[in-house]
T-cell receptor
Framework: DSGVTQTPKHLITATGQRVTLRCSPRSGDLSVYWYQQSLDQGLQFLIQYYNGEERAKGNILERFSAQQFPDLHSELNLSSLELGDSALYFC????????????FGEGSWLTVV | AQSVTQLGGHVSVSEGALVLLRCNYSSSVPPYLFWYVQYPNQGLQLLLKYTSAATLVKGINGFEAEFKKSETSFHLTKPSAHMSDAAEYFCAVSNAGGTSYGKLTFGQGTILTVHP
């Protein structure tokens, strides 16, 4: 158990819909990272938050957004869903200090039908 | 920009044999390097990381990796494979330092199969 909690574990939704994925970081970690794992794109960094502020952005679509709340949990919002958005979405957390370990949650499986 | 290349999408070994999973990286700044393992239907677990200390890094489950700057490589090895090592392995790179630490660039992964 990494200490990073993600909900829901599985989600099936229709095209055009909107979903929210939730992540609770390890106790004491200020940084939250979101990654997408798909068969065709592999593991890709989406976005990072540090203590409530966006810190780095990767290949995140405009239809996707994220935020980190004062209690440090984070949500990834995916809207106008397409079939190609079906993937495993990972949240990871870390202290934000260079060299420290980044811990991954078990992921949220999203299937768009 | 940074990138990771994992040579060999599938590696098959016999139980007790040497495991060698290859990783080459490209980075314009000193890198941090990681190996993660993913078991079926599970998240990513850190095996080991290189953060500019010793070039030979020992990790969990008997794995180790050596950072070779001249070869831009960070290959993962284990002297004797066990059936429980069967999983997918990912090499990743991050810029050392700075605010974007933790923004990992992953390789495509290597599936390790262990035969009895």
């Amino acid at each position: 158990d990494s200490g990073v909690t993600q909900t829901p574990k599985h989600l099936i939704t229709a095209t055009g819909q909107r979903v929210t994925l939730r992540c609770s970081p390890r106790s004491g970690d200020l940084s939250v990272y979101w990654y997408q794992q798909s068969l065709d794109q592999g593991l890709q960094f989406l976005i990072q938050y540090y203590n409530g502020e966006e810190r780095a952005k990767g290949n995140i679509l405009e239809r996707f957004s994220a935020q980190q709340f004062p209690d440090l949990h984070s949500e990834l919002n995916l809207s106008s869903l397409e079939l190609g958005d079906s993937a495993l979405y990972f949240c990871a957390s870390g202290t934000g200090v260079s060299g420290n370990t980044i811990y991954f949650g078990e992921g949220s499986w999203l299937t768009v039908v | 920009a940074q990138s990771v290349t994992q040579l060999g999408g599938h590696v098959s070994v016999s139980e007790g044999a040497l495991v060698l999973l290859r990783c080459n990286y490209s980075s314009s700044v000193p890198p941090y390097l990681f190996w993660y393992v993913q078991y079926p239907n599970q998240g990513l677990q850190l095996l080991l990381k290189y953060t500019s200390a010793a070039t030979l890094v020992k990790g969990i489950n008997g794995f180790e990796a050596e950072f070779k700057k001249s070869e831009t490589s960070f290959h993962l090895t284990k002297p004797s494979a066990h059936m429980s090592d069967a999983a997918e392995y990912f090499c990743a790179v991050s810029n050392a330092g700075g605010t974007s630490y933790g923004k990992l660039t992953f390789g495509q992964g290597t599936i390790l199969t262990v035969h009895p």
